[in-house]
């Protein structure tokens, strides 16, 4: 994973945990952070494609925002099972990373995520995350900014 994140221009540090971090509140525990401040990516189905929703570990991902966003029907976004994430990223749950796919995916960022100024990101596995910023998922994803939040 770090050749990825170099390949995408943010070579970073790699924090590697003994114990897996599948969750926000189990990561934000391990790094001693809010759970706001952990980017869940979340994929979903969208009508004929699939896309990910790097979403703040502190809420919920409104379906209907979503989907208007990327132009479907809202009971068109699903969330993904675990072959599919696997096989649109090339990564298990638990652990996904914003790049290092086998082909560019539709990517959301959070909103939310840019009221911490470090956030941390999955590294492609359960066991390992990496720092960043909202605006740098933003550009590594070449994704958008958008309120995620369900309410």
């Given at each position: 994973?770090?050749?990825?994140?170099?390949?995408?221009?943010?070579?970073?540090?790699?924090?590697?945990?003994?114990?897996?971090?599948?969750?926000?509140?189990?990561?934000?525990?391990?790094?001693?952070?809010?759970?706001?401040a952990i980017a869940n990516s979340l994929v979903f189905t969208a009508?004929?494609?699939?896309?990910?929703?790097?979403?703040?570990?502190?809420?919920?991902?409104?379906?209907?925002?979503?989907?208007?966003?990327?132009?479907?029907?809202?009971?068109?976004?699903?969330?993904?099972?675990?072959?599919?994430?696997?096989?649109?990223?090339?990564?298990?749950?638990?652990?996904?990373?914003?790049?290092?796919?086998?082909?560019?995916?539709?990517?959301?960022?959070?909103?939310?995520?840019?009221?911490?100024?470090?956030?941390?990101?999955?590294?492609?596995?359960?066991?390992?995350m990496f720092p960043t910023t909202a605006a740098e998922l933003v550009?590594?994803?070449?994704?958008?900014?958008?309120?995620?939040?369900?309410?």
């Amino acid at each position: 994973m770090r050749r990825a994140l170099e390949d995408a221009g943010a070579p970073r540090e790699i924090q590697v945990f003994e114990t897996p971090v599948p969750s926000a509140a189990a990561a934000a525990e391990q790094l001693g952070c809010e759970v706001g401040a952990i980017a869940n990516s979340l994929v979903f189905t969208a009508g004929d494609g699939v896309v990910l929703v790097l979403a703040s570990g502190a809420h919920r991902v409104d379906l209907g925002r979503v989907a208007a966003h990327l132009d479907v029907a809202k009971r068109r976004v699903k969330r993904a099972d675990p072959d599919t994430v696997e096989r649109a990223t090339g990564q298990r749950v638990g652990g996904v990373a914003p790049v290092g796919h086998p082909a560019p995916l539709t990517c959301v960022v959070d909103v939310a995520l840019t009221a911490f100024p470090t956030v941390w990101a999955g590294a492609g596995d359960e066991h390992s995350m990496f720092p960043t910023t909202a605006a740098e998922l933003v550009d590594l994803t070449g994704g958008t900014l958008l309120e995620v939040a369900a309410g």
